[in-house]
T-cell receptor, first 113, second 109 residues
Framework: SAVISQKPSRDICQRGTSLTIQCQVDSQVTMMFWYRQQPGQSLTLIATANQGSEATYESGFVIDKFPISRPNLTFSTLTVSNMSPEDSSIYLC??????????FGPGTRLLVL | DAKTTQPPSMDCAEGRAANLPCNHSTISGNEYVYWYRQIHSQGPQYIIHGLKNNETNEMASLIITEDRKSSTLILPHATLRDTAVYYCIVRSSNYQLIWGAGTKLIIKP
């Protein structure tokens, strides 16, 4: 199984600022996924990140707002830029699981004031 | 991608089997059914998946109807730690998981 860690685990930020969330996996993986979970809601895929190429964003998410880096096969970052209170969510990264399914990190809880 | 429908909430007595239904009437032939759960304040946890045959692992059993339009996740002996939101997801080959609202399962002592 893959072990995924995320930093920070939670943060409180002021509107207009940016926060970079880190995702570290204990094994090399081809694709990493970033999700958002707004309060009381289900998960929504933000983007898919492959090492060595630009991330692929889902409808409603743009690179200027959520830039993603994928410098190697075990690490990725998601930046939430120019934050507003509507960005208050849990942000989760995940990787594919051998045999099907995905492993998820513990999430980063973001509150924007 | 096919959409899934689940009851918003269910209760189950501790020690009994919890049977969680899911409808996916528009599922296509190459789409798998996946189940995850999310315990409060944690990331989602993979439980089980299947295509058309019934599946069993150390966590649960998955029963898929012959027409594949619905499935049931069975937790054979529910414990208080099984209290969570359970998500039924149909996944296509493009890796995208479309998450519905899930079923909030409450296990009662």
């Amino acid at each position: 199984s893959a072990v995924i860690s995320q930093k920070p685990s939670r943060d409180i930020c002021q509107r207009g600022t940016s926060l970079t969330i880190q995702c570290q996996v204990d094994s090399q993986v081809t694709m990493m996924f970033w999700y958002r979970q707004q309060p009381g809601q289900s998960l929504t895929l933000i983007a898919t990140a492959n090492q060595g190429s630009e991330a692929t964003y889902e409808s409603g998410f743009v690179i200027d707002k959520f830039p993603i880096s994928r410098p190697n096969l075990t690490f990725s970052t998601l930046t939430v830029s120019n934050m507003s209170p509507e960005d208050s969510s849990i942000y989760l990264c995940s990787v594919d699981r051998d045999g099907g399914g995905q492993y998820f990190g513990p999430g980063t809880r973001l509150l924007v004031l | 991608d096919a959409k899934t429908t689940q009851p918003p909430s269910m209760d189950c007595a501790e020690g009994r089997a919890a049977n969680l239904p899911c409808n996916h009437s528009t599922i296509s032939g190459n789409e798998y059914v996946y189940w995850y759960r999310q315990i409060h304040s944690q990331g989602p946890q993979y439980i089980i998946h299947g295509l058309k045959n019934n599946e069993t692992n150390e966590m649960a059993s998955l029963i898929i109807t012959e027409d594949r339009k619905s499935s049931t996740l069975i937790l054979p002996h529910a414990t208080l730690r099984d209290t969570a939101v359970y998500y039924c997801i149909v996944r296509s080959s493009n890796y995208q998981l479309i998450w519905g609202a899930g079923t909030k399962l409450i296990i009662k002592p």
